[in-house]
């Protein structure tokens, strides 16, 4: 059974930082694709930060140069370090894999984020 626990979340004034962890636990864990997707209140889930195969990463225009998205294979962990947090980025942020060979896709609980002065 695949799990995927987030921590990190929390609240900060415009320009701070928070950094967001995802432990991902199951037996065999090989991964197409693990990142972060986000959503704000009333808004669609949009991705924020991801690996994709051969460790490519994406990130949303609206993160890029502000966000940061790292892993640790051995643990099957990712993270996501965010600075210059700006009102707009509060929302739900949830850890995403996507597993091979299968593409059986995982959601995390979420956690919030609150960017507020």
């Known amino acids: 059974q695949v799990q995927l626990v987030e921590s990190g979340g929390g609240s900060v004034p415009p320009g701070g930082s928070l950094t967001l962890s995802c432990a991902a636990s199951?037996?065999?864990?090989?991964?197409?694709?693990m990142g972060w997707y986000r959503q704000a209140p009333g808004k669609q889930r949009e991705l924020v930060a991801v690996?994709?195969?051969?460790?490519?990463?994406n990130y949303a225009e609206s993160v890029k140069g502000r966000f940061t998205i790292t892993r640790d294979n051995a643990k099957n962990m990712v993270y996501l370090q965010m600075n210059s947090l700006k009102p707009e980025d509060t929302a739900v942020y949830y850890c995403?894999?996507?597993?091979?060979?299968?593409?059986?896709?995982?959601w995390g609980q979420g956690t919030q984020v609150t960017v507020s002065s």
């Open positions: 690996f994709t195969s051969g460790d490519s990463t």
């Open positions: 995403n894999i996507v597993l091979r060979p299968t593409r059986n896709i995982y």
């Open positions: 199951g037996s065999n864990l090989r991964f197409y694709a």
